[in-house]
């Protein structure tokens, strides 16, 4: 078996951008009624790659839902803001490398 520090360099030599990748993080809908400007936020909790698009396509659907949760009537989405995180690839690669471990020990144990 590798070592643990063998294999995170390695892994690291073989991927140019280690931890340099952003994905959309939450989006943030500004909506309007008649006198007030709202403001709804929505979380990526999945990393979803598609997510700024299904956001776009269901802004007004989650503006009504907001507006009718406030206890208000939606008139028009003014505009969708995104904001940006980093993939943290040391906690992705420290996750793969346990399950790795964890299989090559069951199986070398035979369970």
Do not use: P, Q
Not at 26 to 47: F, G, H, R, V
Not at 48 to 58: I, L, P, Q
Request: charged share 40%; aromatic share 16%; glycine share 4%.
């Amino acid at each position: 078996m590798v070592s643990y520090g063998v294999a995170k360099a390695r892994a690291m030599a073989s991927k140019r951008n280690w931890n340099e990748e952003e994905y959309t993080s939450k989006a943030i809908i500004t909506w309007a009624d008649s006198k007030w400007e709202y403001e709804l936020e929505i979380e990526n909790e999945d990393m979803d790659e598609d997510f700024e698009a299904w956001v776009e396509k269901h802004a007004e659907e989650l503006a009504r839902e907001d507006a009718e949760a406030n206890g208000t009537t939606f008139e028009e989405i003014i505009g969708i803001n995104y904001e940006y995180d980093y993939i943290d690839d040391n906690e992705a690669f420290e996750r793969d490398y346990e399950a790795y471990a964890e299989f090559e020990w069951e199986c070398r144990t035979g369970r």
